[in-house]
């Protein structure tokens, strides 16, 4: 009995640590949105920010009508962003796989919680992984992960390399049922070196599958699963289901912080039973392996007009001992930007969003 309780308590964050990493994490002051596409006709998407040197940057996702590129922002404070580039443009051969969609997301990152946030090497290189696609619009078509990489300084505007094909795609031999249907979303790779999975690199993705109850197949289900890999090109699934997912809607977008013994994973929820609209969340693990998930108050909700449709897609930093949320802002005219709260009131953005939008709905 005693040997069954120890694995136990090491599987499952008890409520009083949720609730500590609750009060450690929170931002109720709600800054307003820091970066804005040029125009009407694009929407920009899904944070993720480092450092380098004595600067901020932040890669981030363009849509366009064709499809996502990734972007590159610079910022001295966190709160002031200028946009520099596009690092990962849409494909003049458009019989690549990936052609018509790049969405980026910086992989082996430092995940120290209040660290230095720097972005580290693997075999000489900086790395990215991506959600790609071969059908131009808004996510249409099959969607795989492929991975990037640059030996360049990533904190300047270039085109980054790419490996010839997918290394996940949702037709591999090994897909699980909570991730078969075809799209395979955002990715965050770490590097774990105690190998608490038995692996160096570990990969968080969501994925769209089928639901559990068979007469809700129509509906939209998406859950974050694992994988892992050895040299970070060749990757595998070690587990049946889904690591974090609820009974309905969207449990997506990982990002992995570390505060002490604690893996912290930000994600986002959409459509739930019991939850209105889109909100950001978070879920524990020990092992990366087991999560406990937060059963508490949204980490980031609808509350303001630049997001009064949806408030989600995190990215979470601590600095200073301020804690900055970056998320997904989205206005009832499917504007979309990218906006920060934070821990302590730091005042209010002057940005916003251009009066007359040009409509164009899309799923989250």
Not at 91 to 101: C, E, F, G, I
Not at 183 to 198: A, C, E, M
Not at 286 to 314: F, R
């Amino acid at each position: 009995m005693a040997v069954v309780f120890a694995q136990k308590a090491k599987t499952v964050v008890p409520q009083s640590e949720m609730e500590r990493v609750y009060e450690e994490v929170k931002t109720p002051y709600k800054y307003g949105l820091v970066l804005m596409p040029s125009n009407n006709s694009k929407k920009t998407d899904c944070p993720t920010v480092f450092r380098k040197g004595n600067k901020w940057y932040m890669t981030y996702l363009v849509f366009d009508g064709r499809g996502y590129e990734t972007w590159l922002a610079e910022s001295k404070d966190l709160l002031n962003w200028e946009h520099k580039g596009t690092i990962m443009s849409f494909s003049k051969d458009t019989t690549l796989w990936d052609a018509h969609q790049k969405a980026g997301y910086l992989a082996l990152q430092d995940y120290k919680w209040g660290g230095n946030y720097k972005l580290n090497k693997y075999d000489g290189k900086y790395w990215m992984s991506y959600f790609g696609g071969n059908s131009p619009g808004y996510e249409q078509g099959p969607l795989s992960i492929g991975l990037a990489y640059t030996k360049q300084d990533p904190s300047k505007v270039h085109e980054w390399q790419r490996l010839p094909k997918p290394v996940l795609t949702p037709n591999d031999p090994d897909v699980g049922w909570w991730e078969n249907r075809n799209k395979l979303f955002k990715s965050t790779v770490i590097r774990d070196k105690d190998k608490k999975t038995g692996y160096p690199f570990v990969m968080y993705y969501n994925a769209v599958g089928d639901s559990l109850e068979n007469n809700l197949k129509t509906r939209w289900y998406e859950r974050i699963g694992m994988a892992v890999s050895d040299d970070m090109v060749t990757w595998k699934r070690i587990m049946k289901d889904p690591v974090v997912h609820h009974p309905m809607g969207i449990t997506g977008d990982p990002v992995i912080q570390q505060i002490g013994d604690l893996y912290v994973m930000f994600y986002f929820g959409a459509f739930w039973k019991d939850r209105k609209g889109a909100f950001n969340r978070f879920a524990c693990s020990y092992d990366l392996v087991n999560w406990t998930d937060w059963t508490g108050e949204n980490l980031i909700e609808s509350s303001e007009p630049y997001d009064e449709q949806y408030a989600h897609k995190s990215f979470v930093v601590k600095h200073k001992g301020v804690v900055y949320h970056f998320y997904n802002a989205v206005n009832k005219k499917e504007q979309r930007g990218i906006a920060v709260a934070t821990s302590k009131d730091m005042g209010k953005s002057k940005l916003t969003f251009n009066a007359e939008p040009e409509s164009e709905a899309i799923r989250e």
